[in-house]
């Protein structure tokens, strides 16, 4: 199974992944991660990011200010588009690549892609998990990590509604609860995709 996993922004996606790896073994893969190791530690994305944005974002140990970078794509579209330009494609095409392992190694993979819908990626997903919350409930936690309120409210609207997410998912699984609860149906989700 080649399984996209998606859904809001502090929804719990990566409780979701690991608790699903933790039932079966299969091969993840975490978009949120890569992008992070692009911008710490990718020469070729340091120097995009110093030349679409300035010196200022980049950090005295020469990796990309990662705070400073969400602050100016969340208050400004246009940024975040030439971000995406940067990241997007590098992110793809790991993605991909992993994939076409999977396939070739008749592995499951697991891809954790929070903008996958947006990207018009799941067609080559043969399902889509969608992890879902109320977008109180996400500001609550974007909160708890320090985000200020204004900057959560624009990372909220910067992706699909979760309703949307949720029309166009192969399954759900709805995560304002417990820890037991997302554990239960990440549990009974894992029996659906990966029947003994």
Known sequence: MIIGLTGGIAAGKSTVRELLAAHTALQTFDADAYVRRLLDGDDQVIREIHDRFGPDF????????????????????????????????????????????????????????????????????EAVVVV????????????????????????????????????????VIWNDGSLAALGRQTELLSKQLFPV
């Open 58 to 125: 980049i950090n005295a140990d020469g990796k990309s200010d990662r705070i400073r970078l969400r602050e100016l794509i969340y208050a400004d579209s246009s940024a975040r588009r030439r971000l995406e330009e940067v990241l997007h494609p590098r992110v793809r095409r790991q993605w991909q690549e992993l994939r076409e392992k999977c396939l070739a190694s008749d592995r499951h993979l697991l891809a954790d892609i929070p903008l996958l819908f947006e990207t018009g990626a799941e067609t080559y997903f």
């Open 132 to 171: 879902g919350c109320s977008p109180a409930t996400q500001l609550a936690r974007l909160e708890a990590r320090g985000i200020g309120h204004g900057t959560a409210e624009a990372m909220l609207a910067s992706q699909w509604p979760i309703g949307q997410k949720t029309e166009r998912a192969d399954f």
